[in-house]
């Protein structure tokens, strides 16, 4: 793929699961990849199986050392790290904090590092990974609920802030994806997300298709977008099935 062959790609969250595959097909379509993830070991296994760079530490953090190590220029940013966070609105702000900080504030700052150079050279893409969770909902995880609408929102607002400009913006939103994070979803996982998982490769294929498409939405489960319109059409109806949800995850506890 013209866009990718030779390109400066960054990949954080990418010791495993959405991040290593992302990574790994970057690199085998001949980018030049930073592999990024807070576990230094993760990072590293992943970046030497691959030829890549590894740059382990804090998402928010990684531009200026990504760059530098891809000589002087990122072409592709994919913010994939992220947190699953379960609970309702009681949960610990701690919990809350955390969510919003890696799940959209990490996106906000990496973008701020990458989009003066992007604009002036008229060229950039932004990859959000951020679950059909950010277009729906998922039980159990409020959390994760709210902070993966926020990421949605920020990749729709940099898309038709910038588009005319030369960004690039893609926003992944799968269900159910067979990796820890959805191990750690627990029964709740179980119940909406296990029965229709893909594997982390299914999500690269699907991103590289809507990249070759130059399409902002990238949904590994197309159904999704069935249950997107009709949560838009008749949002009484949609909540009505969802609560019904709930009552079962409830009962099965």
């Not at 932004?126 to 609408?149: E, R, W």
């Not at 992944?172 to 909406?192: F, H, K, N, W, Y």
């Not at 109806?237 to 009552?247: A, C, E, K, S």
Request: charged share 20%; with cysteine; hydrophobic share 50%.
């Amino acid at each position: 793929m013209g866009t990718v062959d030779g390109a400066g790609v960054v990949v954080t969250g990418a010791g495993g699961g959405i991040g290593a595959a992302l990574a790994r097909r970057f690199a085998a379509e001949g980018a030049r990849v930073v592999v990024n993830d807070l576990d230094a070991a993760k990072a590293e296994a992943v970046a030497a199986g691959i030829g890549a760079v590894a740059l382990p530490g804090d998402a928010s953090e990684v531009v200026g050392a990504a760059r530098d190590a891809l000589g002087g220029r990122v072409d592709i940013y994919c913010a994939n790290a992220g947190l699953g966070s379960p609970g309702d609105p009681f949960a610990d702000e701690e919990v809350w904090a955390s969510a919003w900080d890696v799940n959209v504030m990490a996106h906000v700052r990496a973008a701020r590092e990458l989009l003066p150079d992007w604009l002036e050279r008229g060229a950039g893409r932004f990859v959000s990974t951020v679950s059909a969770a950010g277009l729906l909902t998922m039980i159990g995880a409020a959390p994760y609920s709210v902070t993966k609408h926020g990421a949605l929102a920020f990749a729709e607002w940099l898309s038709l802030t910038y588009r005319h400009r030369g960004l690039k913006v893609h926003a992944i939103c799968p269900q159910g994806v067979r990796t820890d994070m959805l191990t750690s979803a627990g029964s709740a996982g179980e119940l909406v997300l296990a029965p229709t998982a893909i594997e982390p490769d299914d999500v690269a294929d699907a991103l590289f298709a809507a990249i070759a498409d130059e399409r902002f939405l990238v949904l590994p489960h197309p159904e999704v977008a069935a249950y997107y319109q009709a949560r838009a059409a008749e949002p009484d109806r949609w909540i009505g099935g969802m609560n019904h949800l709930q009552q079962k995850w409830e009962a099965g506890q």
